[in-house]
């Protein structure tokens, strides 16, 4: 009897100490993957591979998570024509709220914010986290920055404290070559 009580220990040991080696990580290499827009329409991500990537990863019950983060990333001003495309993408799998219901909110914030071009995606069936590891990314803002050849700069599953979000501008700034202008607050 002991020893199966200690094969099963060892074995959910073991079990364990894998699924935490999974999780997407800083220098893992990712590949592009086709999920859905806000019309449920296929789309691959866009910008990937062209681009460094900023990807808001959001579950639509949390959407004012980061905001400090958002609010230093607006005040950088990135001009457009630059290597840079920053994105959301919302968790559908993970909300109680209908998808039509949420995808019908996100074309609302297309078309109100329609100058800005917004680029709002989706993913009803965890396509993305289960692609690339994401872990536990339920009631998150997950932020992803990824560079031009799928290499991941950043990963936080969780809301941002100050300094990470300082942390996560310092190395949007180094990698666009744009000048920090940013108001400590």
């Given amino acids: 009897m002991r020893n199966v009580i200690l094969i099963l220990i060892l074995t959910l040991s ?4 894998f699924a935490q080696d999974t999780t997407l990580k800083v220098g893992d290499k990712v590949e592009n993957v086709e999920i859905r827009d806000s019309k449920n329409k296929p789309v691959v991500l866009p910008s990937f591979g062209e681009k460094n990537l900023l990807i808001f990863y959001a579950d639509p ?4 998570k980061n905001k400090y983060f958002i609010d230093q990333l607006e005040a950088l001003k990135l001009p457009k024509d630059i290597d840079f495309f920053c994105f959301g993408i919302v968790n559908l799998k ?3 709220l209908p998808n039509g219901l949420v995808r019908w909110a996100v074309r609302i914030k297309e078309r109100a914010y329609k100058e800005q071009k917004p680029t709002i995606l989706t993913d009803p069936k965890h396509i993305l986290k289960k692609a690339w590891n994401l872990g536990d990314v339920n009631n998150c803002m997950t932020m992803i920055l990824i560079d031009k050849s799928g290499e991941i700069l ?4 969780e809301e941002l404290n100050r300094e ?6 310092g190395i949007i700034t180094e ?3 744009h000048e920090q202008r940013i108001a400590k607050k």
């Fill in 61 to 64: 019950d949390k959407p004012d």
């Fill in 14 to 17: 073991a079990q364990l100490t």
């Fill in 175 to 177: 990698i666009t070559g």
């Fill in 154 to 157: 950043y990963y936080q599953a």
């Fill in 94 to 96: 993970d909300t109680a």
């Fill in 164 to 169: 990470q979000s300082d942390h996560l501008i």
